[in-house]
């Protein structure tokens, strides 16, 4: 994950990108493998090639990681999560992670406490709320989906079946 945030990063940010090759190439390093550590990658990947980007001017990059409970390792996915959440307020980047509230996970969260950042719930948001943006989400998938059928489907997709669909979600985007 850490090599996959590195190259997004480099792509978006110039700076960085230059860094981050300087410090891969640097001689006076052990040369730099996927297989380190979590703490080595971490140390190459982000915490050196930011090191000396000032970027007080400019609006802290976000990195998404989607589904981190798919990770197949329970260990990892707890190491990674210590890894970031340690190294966060030092870099020039937001973390916004997101998972399905499995046991190792979330106790891997409570264990650090709050002051990370935020802890939000789906199942916690109002009813309505989830319920709205699930409605607006298949109105806009399944309407320009409609826009590509046969005239014959101009009624496509109709309230009642996106009202149905809604509630099949059970408040879930799956």
Known sequence: ILSKIAISLALRDERYNAELIKELENPKVEPFSRHCNLKIQTERLLLRPFQDIHSSAQRPLV????????????????????????VARQLPIKFFLT???????????????YTIGWVLRLHDIEQDIVEADIRLYLTNGLCEIGRTLPRTYSDWPSASDIQILTDRSGRLFI
Do not use: F, W, Y
């Not at 998404?64 to 798919?70: F, G, I, N, R, Y």
């Not at 998972?99 to 406490?113: A, D, N, V």
């Open 63 to 86: 990195v998404v990681v989607d589904a981190l409970d798919e990770c197949s390792d329970e260990n990892s996915t707890g190491n990674l999560l210590v890894e970031l959440i340690k």
């Open 99 to 113: 998972s399905r509230p499995e046991p190792h996970i979330r106790q891997q969260l409570e264990h650090m406490g």
